[in-house]
């Protein structure tokens, strides 16, 4: 009796010394509506990151554990942002890779702090994102302050009178403001600024009161869904301005919608393009092998994710208290390039580079800031 | 002011898609006063399947007018067939039910659709394929395009054989029979229930019309199109005057030049106070306003005789 209670008893022991620790890592992306392929890139990036750290076997502080990914879906909506960082604060997430729209990051932002969790953003780029006083908000783009002012100084270049429209939302705003600063300072003048919103599908009435204004240069801050049927709507009005857009169009789902009218157009996107990021080919591949096509966000994400962990580990505890401080000076050449944080937590020397559609697939014409030689 | 008529156009061209959909709502609440919040959804579905028809042929070295024909044949049959299943399992059940239930039936038959969109073509925006080749042409300092054209000529000949089927045939006696009273009709030798179904399969057939002809404008089909679309197309039908088939075509017509001068002009009028974000409201404050000064609609409401 005591033989077999005693053998009962180190079985269990053993189940449970064998049981690795979980630590959850939560990550956060509209994986419906309009910009689900944009946050479904982000999830996949997040997994693979996960699942080939959980292949290494790793350990925190001596302890093996293993990381589990919490996704989430925001649907691009500030509302919902907050109910599922909430959600994900409540489930016991350690720290959150997310969200993808400036708009879902910021409110959520505040959910995060509160908690003392840290939140890394592979796409969010309003400057306001870093700018609120939380010790737990990072990105891995250069921000729209940066963003701006390059396509702002490129639409100056090229023309001199500039039409912005924005989606309203507090990515598109934000983008737009700092183009026109940019625009402003460069010389050039501002003809008109129109409004939309990110779910429409009809802008002939805007495009038909900025084709009265004449303009050279047409800037749109906003996504591929609405930049795709506006692109189109130019074509059918006789608007004949070259299109400049930020990075929520640079993509290939905007090649789809857009077809054979997207010729031309150009599109911004901080970071470097994925064929000079130092790992990015070698990422391509994996990637494609377990997931399929890239659409924007999928390297920032793993690289996030990546950074998240790497924090934790060099911490060796997946207790914020420990980790946050390891995060904020933490560095790291990823698949992306450089890795390093402001005290904002901001990238540092984060690059913007400039595509343009050329015979449907989009070119790298001019890349600004970033690390020299990269 | 060379951008007047621009905006003019554009509100017709709106305007014509807006009445295709207004008719189907119109028709319907003439005879069981009821909003059938599905139509909507239904021009969705036609969207979609022509859409998708499309993709599939426009490769195969069709001639593209055939092409379009059997992508439109397609998304009518789907849609008509969905409208009589949605007629037949979630409205006719409720005829004698106090107003509400249909009402909210309606609601839960458009969620059903649009979810079951979302589960068949995913989430993302299908593209209309480029089988159309587009041509502008100018005209006194405006552009219009052979779409723009085409929409204009089908939506007219659609509203000109429907006004022909209702006044002109012995069905669309039967159909304004049973719009003014039911049990009279029924009465007098008509098969209610078979004139309801023919209503919803026309209303249909209308808004497979009307799918094509917005995926081919805008470019893009997708699962979550049909609700706006459908509360803006209710707002013209109620604008025009409910039950009313001319009605319909008026108030179309007369929101989509609304909302295309008041977008575009709205930002001067305010001093940028407001700006051109707001086109949405624009359907819906009309809305209100008609409901409030002249509930009967611009050239008066249709609906059956309570006797």
Known sequence: MHRLASALILAVASMAAIADEVVKIGCVAPLTGPQAHLGKDIENGCRLAVEEINARGPQLGGTPVKFELLAEDDQADPKTATVVGQKLVDSGARGVVGHLNSGASIPASRIYADAGIAQVSPASTAVAYTHQGFKTTYRLMANDSQQGKALGQYAAKIGKRVAVVDDRTAYGQGLIDEVVKAVKAAGAEIVGREFTTDKSTDFTAILTTLKGKRPDVLVFGGMDPQAAPMVRQMGTLGLKAQFLGGDGMQSSEFLKLAGTLAEGVIGSSPGLPIEQMPGGEAFTKRYNERFGKIQIYAPFAYDATQVLIGAMVNAGSADPAKYLPELAKFRMDGVIGPIAFDERGDLKDGPVTLYQVQQGRWVPIETVGGQPGS | ?307
């Not at chain 2, 009589?84 to 839960?108: F, Q």
């Not at chain 2, 552009?143 to 002109?168: C, F, Y």
């Not at chain 2, 295309?260 to 106070?273: K, V």
């Open chain 2, 1 to 307: 002011m060379d951008i007047f008529l621009q905006q003019l156009l554009n509100g017709l061209i709106l305007g014509c898609l807006y009445a295709l959909v207004a008719l189907g709502y119109t028709m319907v609440y003439g005879i069981l006063e009821l909003i059938n919040f599905a139509h909507g959804e239904v021009v969705m579905v036609g969207a979609m399947i022509a859409v998708t028809v499309l993709t599939s042929v426009a490769g195969s070295g069709l001639p593209v007018p055939l092409a379009i024909l059997i992508a439109l044949a397609a998304a009518a049959t789907v849609c008509v067939l969905a409208a009589l299943l949605i007629e037949r399992v979630a409205y006719r059940p409720l005829r004698r039910a106090p107003r509400l239930a249909p009402l909210i039936t309606a609601i839960g038959a458009s969620i059903v659709l649009q979810n079951l969109a979302m589960i068949i073509w995913g989430r993302q925006y299908l593209a209309f394929p480029a089988v159309l080749e587009l041509k502008v042409y100018e005209w006194m300092g405006a552009t219009v395009t052979n779409v723009q054209m085409l929409i204009v000529v089908t939506a007219a000949s659609a509203m000109a054989g429907l006004l022909l089927l209702v006044n002109r045939t012995r069905l669309g006696r039967a159909m304004r029979a049973t719009a003014q009273n039911q049990e009279v009709a029924g009465l007098m030798g008509v098969d209610v229930n078979r004139v309801i179904a023919v209503t919803f399969a026309v209303g249909a057939a209308l808004a497979a019309v009307a799918g094509l002809l917005i995926s081919a404008y805008y470019g893009i089909a997708h699962y979550a199109m049909g609700f706006i679309l459908g509360l803006k197309a209710f707002t013209a039908a109620v604008l025009g005057g409910i039950g009313n088939i001319a009605g319909a075509v008026l108030g179309g017509l007369l929101l989509g030049v609304l909302e295309s001068l008041g977008a575009g002009y709205i930002g001067d009028l305010t001093g940028g106070f407001l700006g051109s974000h707001y086109q949405d409201i624009f359907a819906f404050f009309i809305l209100i306003l008609v409901l409030v000064f002249r509930p009967s609609g611009l050239l008066g409401e249709r609906t059956p005789e309570r006797a």
